[in-house]
């Protein structure tokens, strides 16, 4: 029975609902307690990218080059036991018009508040005392305290009544946690949208859910 658990959270694919959008949005949680696991061997490679003339403030999978990329998810994967990697898959062409026309960040509301009460629910079930989840800065500073509001109403359901939960917004280079979200996101929007492995199969043994929303059969609660 856990007293506090971290959810550290980050979202792969585009806001773009054009025919040059990606195909999925995917929101990923990866869920660790302290002792963080991998953070003492991500800061030591860190270190080490620095000696060896590479100008790394954080690891960020998408531009990260190959080697960096392969010795991360080296590190991910070598702490797989004491993760939990769980996932939101949304299929863009079949959400609903009012979740994304207007205001594309609609559906990150959206997609944050459903994710958060299906993992802090799961959470209380299980018996832990605190979720502290933290996702990285929200987009558009000047929508940032609405946003924020909108989607801390949406995660705050009576059935998360008896456990403590915040929801914070830090920058990804502040946390570890944030930054194996990203691969971690990276790998399996990479499975979805062009159907690579290679990453997607380094973590495969800690990711627990990986829910396809608007799958036929699929309950939802909105």
Known sequence: MPETVYLFLDESGNFDFSANGTRYLILTSVRMQRQFPAVSGLAAYRYDCLEAGMDIEHFHCASDKWPVRNEVF??????????????LVVEKRKARPELWRGDSLRIYQWMLGYFMRRLVAEEKAAGTKKVVAITDSLPHARKRTAIAKQIKSAASRKQLAGIQYCLLHHASRSHFGLQMADYCSWAI??????????????????????????????????
Request: hydrophobic share 40%; proline share 2%; glycine share 2%.
């Open 189 to 222: 929007q990479r499975k979805w949208e062009k159907a690579e492995l290679y990453a997607y199969d380094r973590i495969k043994p800690a990711i627990r859910s990986e829910l396809d929303i608007f799958r036929r059969g699929t309950t939802h609660y909105y």
């Open 74 to 87: 080296d590190l991910i994967a070598a702490d797989l036991d004491a993760l939990h990697i769980n996932c």
